[in-house]
């Protein structure tokens, strides 16, 4: 679970940097998307590990 949180704190921080500069704005959009799927995919971890 360490791993999704410290994955998430990464995207995060590239993606205020992306959207930040107009030049990488691609950027901020790359991380955008990885957040939601790093999240969705530790939600979906947790959501397995709860079941017995």
Excluded: E, K, Y
Aim: charged share 5%; aromatic share 12%.
């Amino acid at each position: 679970m360490a791993v999704i949180i410290i994955l998430l704190v990464v995207w995060a921080a590239l993606g205020v940097v992306g959207f930040a500069f107009d030049g990488l704005l691609w950027l901020g959009i790359i991380a955008a998307i990885l957040f939601i799927g790093t999240l969705a995919f530790g939600i979906a971890q947790r959501a397995n590990h709860r079941t017995p």
